[in-house]
């Protein structure tokens, strides 16, 4: 089994940081007690621009979590569809070969989903088999490629497509002004990742997937997540998260690289999702990493913000495009997120 190929797919309206920033100034107005400490946030947070699902005056006209998730609705539906077309394009891949769809999202909900409704739109085999995953967060992109590789081991004739969709510009709280809040309203952004596992059986190239391993940390649910109100969803972001990378993550990819008989000297690259400069710098220091290691996960960030679940299929693209790794190099594709959890792959190319 290996990943055949990636794409991703962004919303046209792209905005440069400068400019968010000053219209959520402008937009919270005199409630912001300190704006200038607003501003210092949003600089630390290594973004030079974002995507958004909407064109940026539009979001005034949101008053419901029901009109927001019909918008999500809508835009999931339109990078899906690109994000998944262009991926099977660059794996030369027919869309009869898909077996499965996972779709992970945390940002909005539908029923029928969204993969129902991508398989009326793109007229896809209707013998699909279709995954949502709704509540994973970050971790959901490295997740849900985990899960494929489970799915095409047994069916190795088949393909499984993993599309990540988050749209975290219609989730902000615009009555939120805790730190978590501005925070976040400076770190993501919007937009979509399509990963292809494909079987030992299918006649393609890329990376092998060698392993996957799921890490629970107990009793951390308020380090990250939402809490889910008639309002829609509101951050839970806490500052423990570096904290938690720093305590357990270096062990859990020693032990994970131990089982295969490797260790963190045999792995040439690192595929990390784009948690932010904190999370990055975190698992830097705790994987002992040398300068640059993590420099296509610092590119994506500055380019687009966190995706969440769709940002470390953006730095797999990234790898599969521009940065592709020596025949036989070892590379380690890792997230983190709510639960608080961790999702481990081993690739070799």
């Not at 539009?58 to 690109?82: C, F």
């Not at 994973?136 to 494929?148: I, S, T, Y």
Request: with cysteine; charged share 20%.
């Amino acid at each position: 089994m290996l990943i055949a190929g990636a794409a991703s797919a962004l919303p046209k309206h792209r905005y440069d940081q400068t400019i968010l920033l000053n219209a959520l100034r402008h937009f919270w107005g005199a409630r912001l007690d300190n704006p200038e400490f607003m501003q210092r946030l949003h600089q630390r947070v290594g973004v030079d621009a974002r995507h958004l699902a909407l064109p940026m005056e539009d979001y005034h006209a949101i008053t419901t979590w029901g009109q927001a998730n019909d918008h999500w609705i809508d835009v999931a539906l339109d990078l899906s569809e690109e994000a998944l077309g262009l991926a099977l394009r660059r794996a030369s891949l027919p869309q009869d070969s898909l077996g499965a769809i996972f779709f992970v999202s945390v940002t909005g909900i539908a029923s029928p989903s969204i993969d129902a409704r991508l398989i009326n739109r793109m007229s896809l085999p209707r013998h699909l088999k279709r995954v949502p995953i709704f509540g994973l967060g970050c971790v959901a992109g490295a997740a849900g490629v985990a899960r494929a590789a489970d799915y095409v081991r047994a069916f190795p004739e088949q393909v499984a497509a993993v599309i990540a969709v988050e749209l975290c510009s219609l989730t902000l709280q615009h009555d939120d002004l805790s730190i978590a809040n501005l925070i976040s309203s400076g770190l993501f952004g919007d937009g979509a990742g399509v990963a292809l596992v494909a079987g030992a059986q299918v006649p393609c190239e890329g990376p092998r997937i060698l392993a996957t391993r799921s890490v629970f940390y107990p009793d951390t649910e308020r380090v990250m997540g939402w809490d889910i109100s008639e309002k829609g969803f509101r951050i839970v972001l806490s500052r423990e998260v570096p904290l938690v990378v720093e305590q357990f993550f270096a062990a859990d990819v020693d032990a994970f690289l131990d089982g295969e008989g490797l260790c963190r000297a045999d792995i040439r690259s690192w595929i990390l999702h784009t948690g932010g400069p904190r999370i990055l710098e975190a698992t830097a220091e705790a994987l002992q990493l040398p300068e640059g290691a993590l420099d296509a996960s610092w590119t994506c960030l500055r380019r687009t913000g966190n995706l969440s679940s769709a940002s470390v299929l953006l730095v797999l693209e990234e790898f599969l495009l521009h940065r592709r790794q020596p025949a036989g190099s070892y590379s380690v594709m890792a997230a983190m997120g709510p639960g608080f959890c961790s999702e481990l792959l081993l690739l070799q190319w």
